[in-house]
Structures are given as C-alpha cells and as structure tokens.
C-alpha cells in the first residue's frame, strides 16, 4: 500500500487542533481528489514536538520521522484524523483477517490475500467466522437473560455490527462491557467507536497476561470483580500454543471471578478436518498469533472448575440455536459457557 508524507511543524500533530503545514483538510482534500481511498498509511514528520497523537513519543528540539496511521473517521463530525502508534500493515493479524472474513473493512490486503489462500482449501472459512460471531451473541443475551450485566470479552478484535456491548446493553442499557486486544488497530477502532459510551472500555493488552489486564484501571474501574461477571474468551484460545500454558491463564481468571460468574469459549478445532486443519495452522504462521487447534477434549479442559451448562460443548451452530442449524461440524468450532463453581 502506498504512503503519502504529512510536514508537521508544532502542536498535537494530525489531531483535529493540529497546526501542520498541510492542514487536515487539505490533505484529505488532496488524496481524495487523487483518488486515494479514506483509510491509508501516511508517514508524519515531526519536528520540535513533545509528544503526538497516539502516543508516540518524540524527543523535544530534535528533527524525526516516526509512522503512524492516520484514519478518516466516517462517523465524526466534519474532518477528523486520528493518529496511532504504527504498525507493519504488509504482516496480516487474526484480528484484522476474522474481522474480512465477518464483512468488515478494517483490514488490509495482506489479511485479504491471507484468507484468499486459506479459501483455496476451506471454502466456508466465512461460514465458520459467522457460527463464532452468532454463537458470541447468543451466548450474551442468555447471560444477560440471567442477570449477568459485567462482561470482559478478551481478544475482542476490531468491532463490527453486533459486539457485545450492543447485545449486552439492549437487554441492559445500564451492563457494563470492558474489550482487551493485543493489536493496536483494533484498540484504536474500538475506542474510536465506544468513545461516547461510558459504561465501555477498551484496553491493550496481552491476553496471556492475566493480572495486568484484570488489574488495569480501567478494568477495575468498570467492573465489579465481587460481583458475577462474564468472561468471554471468542476464537481466542486457539491462538495460545500450549508453551504459554492457556490453560493456566483460564484457571487464573477463574480464580478472580465470583461464584454466579460465566466463562463463555469457542475454539478451533480439527476434529473431523484434520488435513485442512493442518494448511490452515501453516498459512496461520504468516500472522505473530499462529493457530493451535485443540480437539474436544482439549477445549473441554478450559472448563475446569466450571459447570458446563446446557447444551454442553457443542459445535457452535448447536448451542441454544435461534433456529435448527444445518451441518453444524462445517463450523470447525466448539463452543460452550461454563458456570463458575
């Protein structure tokens, strides 16, 4: 993908007050007229500047180039530009590839042309993201049908229609949702997205790490760790190898959680695909999160210290369906929530 270089001379670069020498809109009015898409990379050269937007910081009275994103926000009022901290956009991430394969448009043609290969043998991969997405929003609506209004959804992803707290807080305008992701373009949607509700909150951190996240102030801040809460661990555990314990990290969690609470899982799996579960391991090497696919008795193992409910460790598509699932193994997913004891 192609780069277009933004001077900027003071001020909070390419924030909406900025002071560059190309104004924000001139810039887009520029590569628009260019014919240049509404999301790009762009390198900012900064001079003299404190610090810049997204939090990158650049010594004072000293000349540097430092990449960061800029981002065309549709939903804004009038012009805005966000800054983030950058990132390799030629390197796919699970996040940005599940999030093309959900519909959305938060992905680059590395994630693209990583899912066209993996189309090539697994045809229906969309059909296995979508039993995920809809098995996730099943699953919040029966826990907010059963009091629970505390949800952390751990390895949240870039939000699309449908995300949690949207599920959550129409059973409940007043439940609280917290979203953790590791990768920065999925933070920065997420808040960009959530910035005008206060009852949600979005912090970057690793999943595998357990006590930063729980203890992150803005964790502590929105949830009631006294209180039932629900964790939600989506197309996420199959991306944890087993050299960093998964299961040590779930028991973790589990043992902040207050009785009443609910662990909600779906998982890849192989059980059944074994071979082209084997290609999609492989071409999953090309992301930092490569698939560990566990068989059932594997993500079974997760529930430890849980009660399974009802209908159990199923295949996504079986669990409380909204109607008869057809070919539910075509999901290549268990999938199951789990009450804490």
């Known amino acids: 993908m192609p780069t277009r270089t933004v001077p900027v001379t003071a001020g909070r670069a390419v924030a909406r007050d900025a002071a560059p020498r190309v ?5 887009y009015d520029a590569m628009a007229a260019d014919g240049w898409p509404e999301r790009w990379p762009v390198t900012v050269t900064a001079s003299r500047l404190p610090s810049m937007a997204g939090g990158i910081s ?17 939903r804004s009022e009038g012009r805005e530009w966000t800054a983030m901290e950058s990132f390799d956009s030629t390197r796919p991430t699970a996040a940005r590839a599940y999030d093309y ?24 991969l969309a059909v296995q993201a979508r039993a995920n997405r809809d098995f996730m929003q099943r699953a919040v609506r029966h826990l907010a049908g059963a009091g ?5 959804d751990i390895g949240s992803g870039i939000p699309t229609a449908g995300n949690v707290h949207e599920v959550a807080q129409a059973a409940d305008p007043e439940a609280r949702v917290v979203y953790v992701d590791l990768d920065p373009a999925a933070v920065d949607h997420g808040r960009r997205l959530l910035a005008g509700n206060p009852r949600t909150a979005v912090i970057q951190e690793d999943a595998r790490n357990a006590e930063a996240i729980i203890d992150h ?35 973790s969690l589990r043992d902040v959680m207050a009785p009443g609470s609910h662990l909600v899982i779906a998982h890849g799996t192989g059980d059944g695909r074994r071979e082209d579960a084997e290609r999609l391991v492989e071409i999953s090497r090309q992301t930092p999160t490569t698939m560990t696919l566990r068989d059932r008795a594997g993500v079974l ?18 669990w409380r369906p909204d109607v008869p699932p057809v070919d539910p193994p075509r999901s290549s997913n268990w999938a199951g929530v789990g009450k804490r004891l």
């Open 58 to 74: 650049v010594p004072p009275a000293s000349s540097v180039s430092r990449s960061v994103e800029i981002m065309w926000s549709r």
């Open 217 to 251: 102030p803005d964790t502590r801040g929105l949830l009631d760790l006294d209180e039932p809460i629900a964790v939600l661990m989506v197309a996420l555990l199959h991306v944890i190898p087993d050299a960093d314990d998964p299961y040590g990290l779930v028991a």
């Open 23 to 27: 104004t924000a809109g001139e810039a």
């Open 301 to 318: 193992r997760f529930f430890d210290g849980f009660e399974v409910v009802e209908p159990g460790l199923v295949w996504a598509p079986e």
């Open 101 to 124: 394969l959900l519909g959305g448009d938060n992905n680059y043609e590395s994630d693209r042309a990583m899912i066209r290969q993996a189309l090539t043998f697994i045809p229906d």
């Open 148 to 152: 629970i209004r505390q949800f952390l």
